[in-house]
């Protein structure tokens, strides 16, 4: 199924349409939406409750959970555990229209490491750059106020204290923290499909006008993208390995008088398994 939409429509209102024709398609009678925070505003979240379905978000965090500080509270100097989880239900809404749903909070021992060590690097070029070494780029650490260049202390001791954090928001009836966060990271499935640049793909730009010609266009592309995930996983090979390796060999058929003569580069041993494996997938088809 290809979905187009025009281009000044925001992608947090193409969601729950696309959705309702898969189901709808598929003849499914529930689904659980399972996206990126990015992907998903507030009204979102209460479209898809208002439409009777379930969903797992990544929970945006501003501040540090109250769950998260009161145990810091209660464990003075003690350094949270890896993979620790804190839950947090939460009932939000006028009593007229209610909506239960529950936070997880999960801290991690390597995300705290990669976090912290992004920052120690934002804070060394907020720095310098304070200090007039460097010129003034994007950075949130640097704090302007009129003429003056400081570094934001306050911003740099809460993103250290969010380090390590992630949340999930769901609205699923007693949800567990292994099955959000397991199903959340199941979205890496999903991020690895279009781990390609859009010009291997040739999605953009398009030039059609019409939205038949533009939805042929995207059908095509993403017919292409499931022949090349066909291909990875039936050979081993990654798509841009196949294509190297076989573009060196062709077969030449030459005419002489009534004959036809058949040249061919004779195939490696790697690229003739490979070329068999796909060979036997789709007899099998």
Same mark, same amino acid.
């Given at each position: %199924? ?12 193409? %969601?729950? @349409? !696309? ?8 003849? *499914? $009678? ?7 925070? +990015? %992907? ?15 969903? #797992? #978000? ?6 540090? $959970? /109250? ?21 947090? @239900?939460?009932?939000? +809404? ?21 976090? *912290? ?24 650490? !640097?704090?302007?106020?009129? +003429? ?9 001791? &809460? ?8 949340? /999930?928001?769901?609205? *699923?009836?007693? $949800? ?28 953009? @730009?398009?030039?059609?006008? &019409? ?15 499931? !022949? ?14 196949? #294509?190297?390796?076989?573009?060196? /060999? ?6 002489? +008088?009534? &004959?036809? #003569? ?5 195939? $490696? ?5 490979? *070329? ?10």
């Amino acid at each position: %199924m290809v979905h187009a939409f025009e281009g000044n429509k925001a992608e947090t209102r193409t %969601m729950l @349409p !696309v959705v309702q024709a898969f189901m709808a398609a598929h003849h *499914l $009678p529930e689904v659980t939406v399972v996206a990126d925070a +990015g %992907m998903m505003s507030e009204q979102n979240l209460k479209d898809l409750e208002d439409a009777g379905l379930k969903f #797992v #978000v990544g929970a945006r965090i501003p501040e540090v $959970p /109250y769950q998260v500080a009161q145990w810091q509270r209660e464990h003075p100097g003690e350094p949270i555990s890896d993979q620790q989880i804190f839950i947090q @239900p939460w009932v939000m +809404g006028p009593n007229a229209d209610k909506r239960k749903r529950t936070i997880f909070y999960q801290y991690r021992h390597d995300r705290a490491r990669r976090t *912290l060590k992004g920052i120690d690097t934002q804070i060394a070029k907020a720095e310098k750059a304070v200090a007039g070494k460097v010129a003034v780029k994007r950075n949130r650490f !640097v704090q302007l106020s009129g +003429g003056t260049r400081t570094v934001n202390r306050q911003l740099e001791a &809460k993103t250290r204290a969010l380090a390590g954090l992630k949340g /999930y928001v769901t609205n *699923l009836d007693s $949800p567990t923290a292994e099955f959000v966060i397991g199903a959340y990271h199941q979205l890496w499935q999903v991020e690895k499909s279009f781990r390609m640049s859009k010009s291997d793909l040739r999605a953009r @730009p398009i030039f059609h006008h &019409k939205r038949d010609s533009i939805e042929a266009h995207l059908t095509v592309v993403f017919a292409a993208l499931a !022949v090349t995930r066909w291909l990875e996983r039936t050979t081993g090979w990654s798509v841009k390995k196949l #294509v190297k390796t076989l573009r060196r /060999y062709h077969t030449i058929q030459i005419q002489v +008088g009534d &004959k036809v #003569v058949t040249a061919a580069d004779p195939l $490696p041993d790697d690229a003739l398994t490979a *070329l068999t494996k796909i060979q036997t997938a789709a007899a099998a088809h």
